[in-house]
């Protein structure tokens, strides 16, 4: 079924033997890990490559480095300040990793690891605990000032309950943003992909009209292309802006 | 690195920075998409009711376990302050986004109960 939009999303093994089986489940090797094996090696791979010759004056992959690296590091500096690039090496890491997933998803005919909630969820889970393990490091008990506003004290009975909900939907809103950027752009690639297959396939003036959505692929590829780049940048942004939080509670910098 | 550089370092330092910003690298927040702002919105606000009333349910749950049937007290109270951190996510996140906009790069906009 060529025409299914949500089939490119299919999480298949891919050998049929499953690899072990840890607490009686079985554990396969999907489409799902080759791709994950996939943008953690090229992700090293690329940077590696790219710094290895160390040039004065660097060549273009040596300033996409470069650039990739002053991108994050100056998006720390002004969400989190100084003391917030100790947490450079772990933002760089998230912000790669989504990166080259959503640009490896936009290969046709490859697999979009960040379409999985699952995935998604496990990288925002990520990103809480440690912004609540550095909260109470930092602060200690006191980083529970962070769910008490500056209110009346009966205002406190109602603010206190809404800011703990509001942490608490961070990594909801977190994974699902992303899933869902990369879930509606690829399903609305593959439904205006079907569109041609079926005008194409209609013969006569039908054929030749299946040129419109044709364009339009190209079009929402380019746009894809963008929010493939702006997810990974809201992803490590908001991860930033969490960290400050739990460095520096209330007071910003 | 050196704590006290040369003057004509630190100079020199500047004339690169301001030779630097000519040709800046985009460093700022790039420009959101419309879906990208709309997802922004309705993710927050989703979510926020989803775990409020989850919240509820659980605390709902939890003193049943006790035998206090409080069933859908809770549900109900937790549901409506879901939604109000949801209006409230969605306002800070409106907030980040006019700042990125006006040029301030991504900075963190204020809390607004301060004041």
Known sequence: MALNPMEQFEVKPLIEQPLLHIAGHPIFFTNQALLMIIVTVASALFLTFAMSRRALVPSRTQSMAEMSYEFVAGMLNSAAGEDGLKFFPFVFTIFMFVLFSNFFGMIPGSFTVTSQIAVTFALASLVILTVIVVGFAKHGIGFLRLFVPHAPLPLLFLLVPI???????????LSVRLFAN?????TMLAVFGGFVVLLGGAGGILSVLSLAPMALIVAIMLLELL??????YVFAILTCIYLNEALHLHDHH | MPAQDPQSLRDLGKRLDEAQAKHAVRKTAPPQTSMGIAFRFATELVAALVVGGAFGWGVDWLLGYFGIHTRPVFLIVFFLLGAAAGIR???RAAQE????????GPSVADDDEEG
Do not use: D
């Open chain 1, 163 to 173: 800011e703990l909900i509001s942490f608490l939907t961070r990594p909801i809103s």
């Open chain 1, 182 to 186: 990369m879930l509606a752009g690829h």
């Open chain 1, 227 to 232: 929010v493939a780049f702006l997810q990974a």
């Open chain 2, 89 to 91: 996510g969605v306002m």
């Open chain 2, 97 to 104: 986004i006019n700042a990125g906009m006006a040029g301030q």
